[in-house]
């Protein structure tokens, strides 16, 4: 997903890079306040496992394979801000010492994956960590959740870029990108699932994303307050997405999808099959039965689509999420047990 | 894929000059380069010219160029994949098979396609003839956030650490005849990453404490290290005047 040079013009290029930043200044000044001198060593170490994690492949099928993202690996093991400086400077150094990603494109890059990657994913762990049950399967979930729309969602804002720059159709970038990014998610979520599992098991006070224990040991964090910034947060993550529902679906697909495009130059799209297996499905070419304008019911299929995922994945988490609460007495006692690892953090 | 420069070592002119001197010149040559219109394709072949001669110079051997090149072949591919998609009214084009290819589609390809080879190989020339931690000093002195650069650095020196530690993992891995072929075996390989977290945060953490033993108060001093001069603002003064020069008589004679 390095954007190269010469992949998008100069307003694209100059507008994401004048947001990562400003953002990044602020990442940084917020990590600086938290982490004080420990900061250059804590999180250099880390971007270089982030580094390291990239460079191994894991397998995906037979001889295929892929390799992680690591933001919300990152965003589980060091929180957001400083998540997103490792993968800034993670990027840094590919863009200038393997000529990985233009240096050019290197606002474009930092957005995407250290900034629209980060945060999408941090969004969805809190959003989840609260709607789903507090056990270690719901936060899992919530981290495998987290980690595959990261990867989607970045993927979704490099497209975004190319079609704004003119490079590759919106029409084509948005799907085809983001349906590739799919299947690279699953490998994505279950990598980063696995790591945070190893990690939580050994010094479950470095996995700073889990604190599922807070009623008990942290009741601060249920304040006025907090849960004011909570819904605040909610709200705003509903609004982004309905927004991109409702006003970039139409336009992606108001021109048909490669396959379907290349169906109908050959001719063979009336070859289909009048009334298919899937012939019967609710939205049927995302369009809503019933509304005539295509362009609203595209725009409406789309709304009523993300919220029926957003539902699905919040049953499946709440009934996974039940059954093994009720199979194990909780996790309460992984968290007092003696690390492996020496000294807490708060010690070094 | 190829780990990332070293910075190899060398004697020429161009390993000499001041680091602050090659970010700047050879950033700059990329943004001209880029900003450049597609269509005036001599002009690309010039700047290429322009690369391949401090190449030259630098003495870097041309298959160490080409193995840190290929790293942009992967992304031109997928884009060579859309370009039956594009622009289907624009007149001209070829026809194979089928898939019909317009002359505006093939423009897109080349202009990406050269400037993503152009801006490789720029920053190909940087990386051959400087060392890391020269760049590192440099964009410090050029006023890059400080704490971001020192980050930068640090996470270069230990990236080989890493990087060779899970070599080692995996090579134990391999010995004792285990292979990771289907997705289903991620968990294994989640866990050995798990374990490589633990002991680069735990040698972090063992760091930390050192430098502070050694008087570590948040601040690193970079130290002086070559001065910028005359020759510095002479090669940035010259490179960035070709590439201009380069780039005007493009945008006035075009596709000349």
């Known amino acids: 997903m390095h954007i190269p040079d010469g992949f998008i013009d100069a307003p694209t290029a100059v507008a994401a890079g004048a947001v990562s930043v400003g953002l990044i200044a602020y990442a940084l000044r917020k990590t600086g306040k938290h982490l004080g001198e420990r900061t250059v060593p804590l999180l250099g170490v880390t971007a270089a496992f982030i580094f390291a994690a990239q460079m191994l492949n894991f397998p995906v099928a037979g001889g295929t394979s892929g390799h992680v993202l690591g933001a919300v690996l990152c965003v589980a093991l060091v929180g957001p801000w400083a998540a997103a400086i490792v993968m800034t400077a993670v990027l840094l150094v590919q863009a200038l010492g393997m000529a990985d990603g233009g240096i050019t494109a290197l606002g474009a890059n930092v957005f995407n994956m250290g900034l629209v990657a980060v945060l999408v994913g941090f969004g969805l762990l809190a959003v989840l960590k609260r709607l789903l049950p507090r056990t270690l399967t719901g936060y899992m979930i919530s981290v495998a959740v987290a980690s595959w729309v990261s990867v989607v969602a970045a993927s979704a804002a490099a497209s975004l870029e190319l079609a704004l720059s003119g490079t590759v159709p919106l029409g084509v970038a948005l799907p085809t990108m983001i349906s590739v990014h799919m299947i690279i998610g699953l490998g994505e979520a279950a990598i980063t699932t696995a790591v945070v599992g190893a990690v939580l098991a050994a010094r479950p006070d470095l996995v700073g994303s889990f604190d599922l224990s807070l009623p008990r040991s942290r009741p601060a964090l249920h304040g006025a307050g907090r849960r004011t910034r909570f819904w605040a947060f909610v709200a705003g993550t509903v609004v982004v997405a309905v927004a991109l529902a409702v006003f970039v679906a139409p336009f992606a697909s108001s021109s048909p999808d490669g396959l379907e495009r290349v169906a109908a130059d050959q001719g063979f799209e009336s070859a289909a099959t009048a009334e298919p297996l899937w012939g019967s499905s609710p939205f049927g070419d995302y369009q809503m039965p019933g509304v005539a304008n295509g362009k609203v019911a595209t725009a409406v299929a789309g709304l009523v689509g993300t919220l029926i995922l957003f539902a699905l994945v919040l049953l499946t988490g709440r009934v996974l999420g039940r059954r093994r609460a009720a199979a194990s007495p909780g996790l309460a006692g992984a968290q007092d047990s003696p690390s492996d690892f020496g000294a807490p953090r708060g010690q070094a | 894929m190829p780990l990332l420069a070293e910075g190899r070592a060398g004697k020429s002119p161009l390993h000499r000059l001041d680091a602050r001197a090659k970010i700047l010149g ?44 290929l790293v942009v072949v992967p992304f031109l591919l997928v884009v060579a994949c859309f370009l039956p998609f594009f622009h289907r009214a624009g007149a001209g084009g070829y026809s194979l098979g089928g898939l019909h290819v317009t002359g505006e589609g093939l423009l897109v390809l080349w202009n990406a396609g050269a400037k993503a080879v152009l801006g490789a190989l720029s920053m190909i020339v940087l990386g051959a003839t400087t060392g890391f931690s020269d760049i590192v000093w440099g964009f410090e002195r050029l006023r890059a956030p400080k704490v971001l650069i020192l980050i930068v650095g640090f996470m270069y020196r230990y990236s080989f650490v890493f990087v060779e530690e899970a070599r080692r993992m995996r090579r134990a891995m391999t010995s004792r005849n285990y292979r990771a072929r289907w997705l289903w075996n991620i968990p294994v390989l989640g866990h050995m990453l798990g374990a490589l977290f633990l002991r680069s945060y735990s040698r972090g953490e063992r760091v930390y404490v050192a430098m502070l033993s050694r008087g570590y108060e948040g601040t690193i001093h970079l130290g002086e290290r070559t001065t910028f001069g005359l020759t510095g603002a002479a090669f940035v003064g010259s490179i960035l005047a070709l590439a201009v020069t380069i780039r005007t008589l493009a945008s006035i004679w075009g596709a000349a």
Not at chain 2, 27 to 55: C, D, E, K, Q, R
């Open chain 2, 26 to 69: 050879f950033v700059g040559f990329t943004v001209v380069v880029v900003s450049t219109p597609a269509h005036a394709v001599w002009a690309f072949i010039l700047y290429a010219t322009v690369l391949v001669f401090l190449l030259g110079l630098a003495r870097v051997p041309p298959a160490y160029v080409l193995r840190r090149i």
